[in-house]
């Protein structure tokens, strides 16, 4: 099936009340219309799906990921000299599970972390149903750490799944909890672990939510035929529909904390100073390369940041770019020679009372943290198009020489160049 044809605030944290540490402002496709034409890739989380209700397993747990190569050394912290080849840096992180039958299985998992954390993605009005599972961390079997899923953005009127533990619940190591939801509201989200989230968030424990309009499948306004019929939100009149989609989590990773953390050592989170500035978990170049597939032995160095940032579209083709920030930098995106539509912030529509739209047509989208923004882009002409962080210290890898950081790429082809998309970042 078709799109057309389908008619936060906490107190200080344990570490953090030792240390000073400041409160962190915080968060692949879970696809339940299951209306993908081809094989799901392994970047996509593929939900149990009875009518309208939908359930997925995540389970999180500690693992080892790899920064581009060539970044300079900045001993002791980077490379971690635990870290296993091909590997070079410690992180915390979640795991889809949904598709294994086993407790043996999902164990397994276990010190296999993944970031950024799998997408997801729901209709409104779905009832969704998410088991989270603590696999406890490999590497710091002295850590008793809760985890917890917080839907950062979401109206959520049950405190007792909202995820913040010291209002509702954190899931102990070898314990599950299911966490129950029903969207109402369209837009992009985020999800992070709320439990210790300075340090969590951090290590890698964030990812994107999606609630798909309930507008999808139908045509409004002037909307051609013969088009996808697919939209960000309930607009009325067809303003946010697109023909591809893209989502991008940005944060950023300093390589210390995580070498503490790996070494059984704390960090001051005063003193929080990154060394690497990614999107989806990759710093440029590995940005453009090809979706991984966390579940394949020897998987690449890419293996546990699956998610390529690489965007690809037709001439004359409306792209829905959808960003979020968990980091703790604000990040100014720039697009070079293609105008950026911004149509909704922090999952809200940019409408007045009125009805009138407010979109803003310009080419820098500041994302604070904690923000997210949907933004279109139809570009006129084909060629290569840099989509890079306007601060330029934010485009290194560990201060090295050369291009990297929070910058991908927009490959825009002649007409017929890359077949309809079937699967966000494909």
């Given at each position: ?66 920064m581009?190569a ?80 917080h ?16 209002l ?61 019929l ?44 990154p ?45 829905l ?9 604000n ?45 279109l ?17 934010y ?32």
């Amino acid at each position: 099936m078709t799109d057309e044809t389908r008619s936060e605030t906490t107190g200080p944290g344990r570490r953090a009340m030792l240390l000073g540490g400041a409160g962190a402002v915080g968060s692949v496709l879970l696809g339940t219309r299951l209306s993908f034409a081809q094989p799901t890739r392994p970047t996509v989380v593929q939900a149990a799906a009875s009518g309208t209700a939908k359930s997925v397993h995540l389970a999180g747990t500690d693992g080892w990921v790899s920064m581009p190569a060539g970044s300079p050394p900045d001993l002791p912290f980077f490379p971690d000299s635990l870290a296993p080849s091909p590997f070079d840096t410690y992180v915390f992180g979640f795991r889809d599970v949904t598709a294994m039958a086993t407790a043996q299985e999902v164990a397994a998992v276990r010190g296999k972390a993944q970031i950024s954390a799998p997408m997801l993605a729901f209709d409104e009005g779905d009832d969704v149903t998410i088991k989270l599972s603590n696999l406890g961390l490999l590497m710091r079997p002295d850590l008793f750490d809760g985890h917890t899923l917080h839907w950062h953005g979401f109206v959520n009127a049950i405190p007792l799944f909202d995820g913040v533990p010291e209002l509702s619940l954190a899931v102990p190591i070898g314990r599950d909890l299911s966490y129950f939801y029903r969207p109402h509201d369209a837009g992009t989200y985020m999800y992070h672990c709320h439990f210790e989230d300075v340090e969590h968030v951090q290590m890698g424990m964030t990812g994107m939510v999606f609630v798909r309009p309930k507008q999808n499948g139908t045509r409004v306004g002037n909307v051609p035929t013969g088009v996808r019929l697919a939209y960000a939100y309930n607009d009325g009149d067809g303003s946010t529909r697109y023909d591809r989609e893209f989502a991008f989590m940005i944060t950023e990773l300093w390589s210390a904390a995580h070498y503490r953390d790996a070494h059984i050592q704390v960090s001051d989170w005063t003193d929080y100073a990154p060394s690497f500035w990614l999107l989806n978990g990759r710093g440029y170049p590995d940005t453009i390369a090809p979706n991984g597939d966390p579940q394949v032995t020897a998987g690449g160095r890419l293996q546990y940041q699956p998610i390529s940032s690489l965007i690809t579209c037709n001439v004359g083709e409306t792209v829905l770019l959808r960003l979020s920030n968990l980091g703790y930098q604000n990040h100014p995106l720039t697009l070079d020679n293609v105008d950026m539509q911004v149509i909704a912030k922090d999952a809200s529509l940019l409408r007045g009372r009125d009805g009138s739209t407010n979109y803003q047509v310009t080419n820098t989208v500041d994302v604070g943290p904690g923000e997210s923004r949907d933004v279109l882009v139809t570009p006129r002409q084909p060629g290569e198009y840099l989509l890079y962080d306007r601060n330029y210290a934010y485009l290194g890898n560990g201060g090295g020489p050369g291009w990297g950081g929070m910058m991908t790429v927009l490959r825009v082809g002649a007409a017929g160049t890359y077949a309809p998309q079937t699967q966000p970042n494909t």
